[in-house]
């Protein structure tokens, strides 16, 4: 049996982390989303329908990263916080998967946006694989018996 203070500052650890990293996101994409839109119309050489919401697509994502970053840091509907989260990190780490398959170079996600962290494919899929981990993690800490 898992101690109730070590199981609510880990949740709070992770929901910290997360909320964190998805602020910066956001605010860094909307000061400068140019490498997220690259990405964006990248992927439009296959789905060209893509190209003309590129843009929108930048922003919105943006928006919904502040209010998931505003959730996790609150600690309100944390569930729905972290299910979101972790779908956008599986979407995102999939079109990253794909282009790492096809072989292409990419210097930067454009993950972070103005805030750089310039990271390649490989850094950026390993990344997303620790924060699906930390998710994970807070759901079973979530959900695992109480003391």
């Known amino acids: 049996m898992m101690n109730q203070k070590y199981r609510r500052y880990s949740i709070l650890t992770i929901r910290i982390i997360l909320g964190l990293l998805f602020l910066i996101s956001g605010v860094g994409k909307l000061i400068n989303g140019a490498d997220a839109r690259y990405l964006v119309e990248l ?14 697509i930048v922003i919105g994502t943006s928006i919904l990263e502040l209010i998931l970053a505003i959730f996790l840091l ?9 299910s979101v989260t972790l779908l956008m990190l599986i979407g995102f780490s999939s079109i990253l998967s794909y282009f790492y398959l096809q072989g292409m170079s990419i210097d930067s996600c454009g993950c972070f946006g103005a805030f750089g962290f310039a990271s390649g ?12 981990s930390l998710i994970l993690g807070a759901y079973l800490l979530m959900t695992s018996n109480r003391d």
């Open 121 to 132: 494919l490989e850094f950026t899929l390993i990344r997303n694989l620790i924060l699906v």
């Open 74 to 82: 609150w600690g309100k509907y944390l569930k729905w916080a972290l």
């Open 43 to 56: 992927l439009a050489t296959e789905y060209f329908w893509l190209i003309e919401y590129a843009s929108i």
